[in-house]
Nanobody, 120 residues
Framework: QVQLVESGGGLVQAGGSLRLSCAAS????????MGWFRQAPGLERAFVAG????????HIINSVKGRFTISRDNAKNTVYLQMNNLKPEDTAVYYC?????????????WGQGTQVTVSS
């Protein structure tokens, strides 16, 4: 089992930046592939970014590529999502996820979510 706690969300103007953090506790953090999903109002949760157990490989969806970066610090049991040049369409609840099978698209664990609101 792993527990995930997100932080760093908030209200920002378009063009601004936020860095989301997700602190993990429980089993060894490096055993998990990690990722971020988001859920915009009226829409289903959707994958945003994933990173491998070692951090050596990652994937970002096209709509945020060049603006968002996922990273992890296994010594701090934390995964990050750096979000730059934010747009109103990035407004959503952002969820940190973990997979002990290494599949960030089909996570086994979810955080409680953190709200990101981008004003125009």
């Amino acid at each position: 089992q792993v527990q995930l706690v997100e932080s760093g969300g908030g209200l920002v103007q378009a063009g601004g930046s936020l860095r989301l953090s997700c602190a993990a506790s429980g089993r060894a953090f490096s055993n998990y592939a990690m990722g971020w999903f988001r859920q915009a109002p009226g829409l289903e949760r959707a994958f945003v970014a994933g990173i491998s157990r070692s951090g050596g490989s990652s994937h970002i969806i096209n709509s945020v590529k060049g603006r968002f970066t996922i990273s992890r610090d296994n010594a701090k049991n934390t995964v990050y999502l750096q979000m730059n040049n934010l747009k109103p369409e990035d407004t959503a609840v952002y969820y940190c996820v973990a997979s002990d099978r290494g599949d960030w698209l089909r996570p086994d664990y979810w955080g409680q979510g953190t709200q990101v609101t981008v004003s125009s």
